[in-house]
Nanobody, 127 residues
């Protein structure tokens, strides 16, 4: 069973950048497809980006395309979310998630597809 810990959140001005990390322990990291989700107050959890276990398959929500980049380092058992040009509407708690995946290039964009979740890290973008 994998444990996930997010870090890198914080307060940033609109237009600024942040890099989130998701450190995994336990399990076999390279066998997991991963994803980033976020949840703003009063809203449902939504997908931000997803990545296959090989790193070859990528998915981005329309709202973050061109501004966010998801990546992973299987040797370091860590996934990243580089966020540029942040907007106030990006304010949310960001969660990383993992699930076992048979196919190297498979990624998953639905929260219900994931078995394992981190505790979340707060990202606040001020206007």
């Amino acid at each position: 069973q994998v444990q996930l810990v997010e870090s890198g959140g914080g307060l940033v001005q609109a237009g600024g950048s942040l890099r989130l990390s998701c450190a995994a322990s336990g399990g076999s990291f390279s066998s997991y497809a991963m994803g980033w989700f976020r949840q703003a107050p009063g809203k449902e959890r939504e997908v931000v980006a997803a990545i296959s276990r090989s790193g070859e398959g990528l998915y981005y929500a329309d709202s973050v395309k061109g501004r966010f980049t998801i990546s992973r380092d299987n040797a370091k058992t860590t996934m990243y979310l580089q966020m540029f040009s942040l907007k106030p509407e990006d304010t949310a708690v960001y969660f990383c998630a993992a699930r076992e995946a048979f196919f190297r290039g498979a990624y998953y964009s639905a929260a219900e597809d994931y078995n394992y979740w981190g505790q979340g890290t707060q990202v606040t973008v001020s206007s």
